[in-house]
Nanobody, 122 residues
Framework: QVHLAESGGGLVQAGGSLRLSCAASRGSLRGYNLGWFRQAPGKEREFVARIMWSGTTTDITDSVKGRFTISRDDAKNTMYLQMSSLKVEDTAIYYC???????????????WGQGTQVTVSA
């Protein structure tokens, strides 16, 4: 079992940057495929980005491509989401998750963090 916890959320102006972290406070991230998801008010939870267990392959959803970067540092037991050029529509609760499979469906991910709020103001 691995326990995940997000941090780094907060309030930022449109056009600004924010870096989210996802740390394994229990267990290890090593060997897991990892993903970031977000859920805005009144919306379904949606896929944002994923990174393969090896760190060599990433996938970014079109709405944030070119603005967000996903990375991992297994030696620090941490995954990151670097967010730049933030837009109001990026406002959501952001979740990190771990899976043994490789996909974008939330149902594929077996371990989840508690979420961190990101609010982007105009």
């Amino acid at each position: 079992q691995v326990h995940l916890a997000e941090s780094g959320g907060g309030l930022v102006q449109a056009g600004g940057s924010l870096r989210l972290s996802c740390a394994a406070s229990r267990g290890s991230l090593r060997g897991y495929n990892l993903g970031w998801f977000r859920q805005a008010p009144g919306k379904e939870r949606e896929f944002v980005a994923r990174i393969m267990w090896s760190g060599t392959t990433t996938d970014i959803t079109d709405s944030v491509k070119g603005r967000f970067t996903i990375s991992r540092d297994d030696a620090k037991n941490t995954m990151y989401l670097q967010m730049s050029s933030l837009k109001v529509e990026d406002t959501a609760i952001y979740y990190c998750a771990a899976a043994t499979g490789w996909g974008t469906s939330p149902s594929l991910y077996s371990h989840w963090g508690q979420g961190t709020q990101v609010t982007v103001s105009a």
